[in-house]
């Protein structure tokens, strides 16, 4: 009985030394989970400008751009935000499950996924897929130069025609316990004609060197920020998943603690009884 509650207080100390860890990151996570909104929240009025300013033009002019050319799909990107870190709950799982729904219920010939995130990899091949991982090892702390470098690329690969439609799978974040994967078409860019048909905004510029390179510059900067935007809203999603896993983990604990001081009473308990009828057994046996 001494060895059983010998094991008891092993076990006790380990899940103290494991509650430690995961309120630790529980409160990493809150701190970086901050970070992220306030980065979001500052990228959004720089995002409305740049539309607005796509608008003015599509409104003022008959310009068009490449990158706004509607063609067959036979070839699609897919980039898939997820991350390098485990321990999130479902992030990384929920954000691979919606790009292969997408990929299935596609008609395309071909698709081509670039994730993010290391930990997606190991899952998508299970899947029987092969990952680019040209842009993997972009942290939890992203920086508009990485989404500046993901832009530059699939406006370049769209416009020499190597992909027919680009799309970004990202994980939005709507509350502090609800995280959504959802999908954005990024190339070709619509949406902008309804919008700037409906511009009642006048302005008179002339564009150096043309109209349509003006155009296709401010597109390529929707782009960019767009894929900031996703990558910040899935930053968030990730520490807020990874707050909420940690939490119920330390709730967890708290709670098989409890289970296990009780068991251990008990066992302490039945020891000392035990030792009790041995002292009585004996001293009854002397007399």
């Known amino acids: 009985m001494a060895q059983s509650t ?5 076990r006790i100390q380990g899940i103290g030394s494991i509650m430690q860890i995961t ?3 529980e409160l990493v996570a809150s701190a970086k989970l901050r970070k992220s909104r306030e980065r979001l929240e500052i990228t959004k009025p720089y995002f409305e400008t740049v539309f607005e300013n796509i608008n003015d033009i599509l409104a003022a002019t008959s310009a068009n751009s490449s990158l706004m050319e509607k063609r067959e799909v036979k070839n699609r990107a897919v980039i898939l935000v997820s991350s390098d870190k485990g321990l999130a709950g479902g992030y990384n799982i929920n954000a691979v499950n919606k790009a292969l729904e997408y990929v299935k219920n596609s008609d395309a010939e071909n698709t081509v996924i670039y994730t993010t995130g290391i930990r997606s990899i190991e899952l998508l091949k299970r899947k029987g897929f092969d990952v680019n991982k040209d842009f993997t090892h972009i942290d939890n702390d992203p920086i508009i130069e990485d989404a500046s470098a993901m832009g ?6 769209y416009i020499e025609k190597v992909y027919d439609e680009v799309v970004i799978v990202y994980t939005k974040f709507d509350s502090m316990v609800s995280f959504v994967p959802k999908i954005i078409k990024l190339l070709p860019a619509t949406g902008f004609e309804a919008e700037g048909k409906k511009s009642i905004k006048k302005f008179d510029f002339d564009f150096e060197p043309s109209v349509s390179t003006v155009l296709t ?3 390529k900067q929707y782009v960019n920020v767009t894929i900031y935007g996703c990558l910040l809203e899935s930053s968030a999603s990730e520490q807020a998943s990874r707050r909420t896993a940690m939490e119920n ?4 604990g708290e709670d098989l603690l409890e289970n296990l001081q009780l068991e251990f009473n008990r066992a302490r308990q039945a020891s000392i009884t035990q030792e009790i009828s041995e002292i009585v ?3 009854n046996a002397l007399n």
């Open 6 to 10: 010998k094991d008891i207080k092993r």
């Open 217 to 219: 510059q401010m597109i």
């Open 249 to 252: 983990a330390t709730s967890n």
């Open 152 to 157: 530059s690329f699939f406006a370049n690969k």
């Open 23 to 25: 309120n630790a990151m």
């Open 281 to 283: 057994g004996g001293a």
